[in-house]
């Protein structure tokens, strides 16, 4: 390494100043959620949003998780959270393995017309919501899932649809066509090669969209408050709610801690798997 | 198996996603448009078409004006500081810098957080008893005031920053990973004919990157006409109906204030400005790659 001039080493402080202050910029939400949600109310008064409690306060979490009143129920976050829990497994598994098939058939057994039907669902990634919301309510009804968790689960699975088959028709777009042909030539057929050549190659890509859907259904407001009903209400919703319960006091400790219980799940993932998360971000954007 | 089978069975497997995809996609949205054609209110009624008049009612409404207008402010804005702060981040974290896996985590982490869940931590911080300006205060700084989230003509300044915070990230890591699709000797061959980098990245690097950059304005530019969750966290629309957007205005029309009819026609006019903008996108972006399979 060459010694660096004067200006050069200047400016290698200014980046760190620059990237450091940014840290600070994207942390600070975070370090005033949990310093708050540790806090009791007189901490909260004195104090200011940087002051770090006196101590590990677990009771904010306590009251957040299962004693928190909505209105006038006061069991906390935990029903919608298990709300949430029982509405998003199902939905993700459903529309990932759908969008697997789907994009299995559009990558290597297109057809005439595939490619352009194709194009045209590609427009339900980008729909604004709104416009199903009014027809669907309705059909809910006609079905008898309305307010319902199972209801929400269809609605995610055909909302998450052309996303989920967008992912897996370009990622199986990349799989050498030689290696299909081979096993066609061989006498496998359509399943026989689906389970036994593309699915041992597809763990990348399955995780990326079971990341991407988790993500998105867990942290699904419109959905959650125009189609559940009070037995069914997703975390989102509960915690809007919860955070907007007029009452003489406000319990800033307790919403704080309510917020970082409902963002848990998708943060713990983010860190555990962010390479995957990230992939998805980038899919999403560039499409095609 | 029959040949036969086989040839259909594709098309079998995949009938189901488009069948339902199609009505789910293309079948409400029709719906839609009826249901903004009749006289709807509390329920759905099909038997009182009136045409367009929910469509001029919706345009003579101030509060839908003003929704447009808070939509208009928040995108630019939003938009604009999103690319800005994210193009900014990628530049410097491409200056083969010290821990930059750690820093672009830390970047990118609001994406994985649900805007309400962000929404109400931000609602904390500007409130302006005790957030921003009582740590202002206490840092010596007595004559700060800082209460935008309460005043009707400055809270939705308040959505913008809040939006900004949760997706510079993201187009962070679009850019970055456009950059490190360049060439490092386009730069060299630029260093050694004198360029400063500054200029190296106004006038090399940034038009190389220009795809990028416009995939990114469309991404955000229709996330920000369909926002909504971030704003009813964050301001629930208010004070008043001061920061309402399409988004919220099409929710609360529809099943708070039983005008199902109206909302319909709102959110046909979100529809047509999302279609506006993503549907030549779209096109080009299919046709511009080659069909080779």
Redesign the interface.
């Known amino acids: 390494m060459t010694a660096k001039t004067l200006p050069q080493q200047l400016a290698r402080v200014a980046?760190?100043a620059?990237?450091l202050l940014?840290?600070a910029?994207?942390?600070?939400?975070?370090y005033?959620?949990l310093a708050?949600s540790f806090k009791d109310a007189d901490e909260?008064?004195q104090g200011?949003?940087?002051?770090l409690p006196g101590s590990l306060n677990f009771d904010a979490w306590r009251a957040a998780w299962s004693e928190a009143c909505t209105g006038t129920d006061c069991r906390g976050l935990k029903p919608f959270f298990w709300n949430s829990v029982l509405m998003v497994v199902p939905a993700v598994l459903i529309s990932t393995l759908?969008g697997a098939?789907?994009g299995?058939?559009?990558?290597l057994?297109?057809?005439k017309g595939?490619?352009l039907?194709f194009?045209?669902?590609?427009?339900?990634v980008?729909?604004?919501?709104?416009?199903?919301?009014?027809?669907?309510s309705?059909i809910l009804g006609w079905l008898g899932i309305s307010s319902s968790v199972g209801g929400l689960i269809l609605v995610h699975c055909?909302?998450g649809?052309?996303g989920t088959?967008l992912f897996f028709r370009n990622y199986y777009?990349a799989i050498p066509?030689e290696l299909v042909n081979a096993a066609r030539i061989d006498g496998a057929?359509?399943w026989r090669i689906f389970f036994r050549i593309i699915v041992p190659l597809s763990t990348p890509i399955v995780m990326v969209t079971l990341i991407w859907q988790f993500?998105n259904i867990?942290?699904?407001?419109?959905f959650g408050?125009?189609f559940s009903g009070a037995d069914s209400k997703p975390i989102?919703v509960g915690?809007?709610n919860m955070?907007?319960t007029t009452s003489s006091v406000k319990a800033?400790n307790v919403?704080?801690a309510?917020?970082?219980i409902?963002?848990l799940p998708?943060?713990l993932?983010?860190?555990l798997a962010?390479q995957y998360?990230?992939k998805g971000?980038?899919a999403?954007?560039?499409?095609? | 198996?029959s040949r036969t089978f086989?040839t259909v069975?594709?098309?079998l497997?995949?009938a189901?996603?488009?069948v339902?995809?199609?009505a789910?996609?293309?079948?409400?949205?029709i719906?839609?448009s009826v249901?903004s054609m009749t006289a709807s209110r509390m329920l759905?009624n099909y038997e009182t078409f009136v045409g367009p008049e929910q469509y001029a009612k919706l345009w003579e409404m101030d509060r839908w004006w003003l929704a447009l207008k808070n939509l208009g402010v928040f995108s630019v804005l939003y938009v604009g500081g999103s690319l800005a702060l994210g193009m900014?981040?990628a530049i410097?974290?491409d200056?083969k810098?010290r821990a930059e896996g750690t820093?672009r985590?830390?970047?990118?982490?609001?994406?994985?957080?649900?805007?309400?869940?962000?929404g109400?931590?931000?609602?904390?911080?500007l409130n302006p008893s005790?957030?921003?300006e009582?740590?202002m205060?206490?840092l010596g700084w007595s004559s700060f005031t800082f209460d935008w989230l309460v005043q009707g003509d400055t809270a939705i300044y308040c959505v913008v920053i809040a939006g900004i915070?949760q997706s510079a990230?993201?187009a962070m890591?679009?850019f970055l990973?456009g950059l490190r699709g360049i060439d490092d000797s386009l730069i060299k061959a630029a260093q050694i004919d004198g360029a400063s980098l500054p200029l190296i990245y106004w006038r090399v690097i940034l038009p190389i990157l220009r795809p990028?950059v416009f995939?990114?304005l469309?991404?955000l530019s229709?996330l920000s006409?369909?926002s909504?969750?971030l704003v009813?966290?964050l301001t629930?629309g208010g004070p008043g109906f001061s920061t309402d957007v399409?988004?919220t205005f099409?929710?609360v029309m529809?099943?708070t204030r039983g005008q199902?009819g109206l909302?319909?026609a709102?959110?046909?006019m979100?529809?047509a400005t999302?279609?506006a903008i993503?549907?030549p996108y779209?096109y080009s972006?299919?046709r511009?790659?080659p069909?080779d399979?």
């Open positions: 980046i760190y620059v990237l940014a840290a910029f994207f942390l600070a939400p975070l005033v959620m708050t909260i008064r200011n949003l940087l002051s759908w098939l789907n299995y058939v559009l990558s057994w297109k057809f595939s490619e039907l194009g045209l669902m590609l427009f339900g980008f729909m604004p919501f709104q416009v199903v919301l009014l027809p669907m309705q055909l909302a649809l052309a088959t777009a066509k057929g359509f993500t867990w942290n699904d407001f419109l408050v125009a989102t915690l809007n955070v907007n800033y919403d704080m309510a917020a970082v409902a963002g998708t943060m993932i983010y860190v962010g998360f990230v971000l980038t999403g954007a560039v499409k095609g | 198996m086989e069975l594709p098309k497997v995949i189901p996603a488009f339902l995809g199609f789910f996609i293309y079948g409400l949205m719906w839609n249901l759905p900014a981040l410097v974290l200056q810098v820093l985590t830390i970047y990118l982490y609001p994406m994985a957080l649900s805007f309400i869940v962000t109400t931590a931000w609602k904390w911080m005790l957030g921003l009582k740590l205060h206490d915070w990230g993201f890591a679009l990973a990028v995939s990114t469309m991404v229709h006409i369909k909504f969750d009813m966290a629930g399409p988004a099409m929710y529809s099943f199902i909302g319909a709102s959110a046909t979100m529809l999302v279609a993503v549907v779209l972006e299919l511009s790659k069909h399979r």
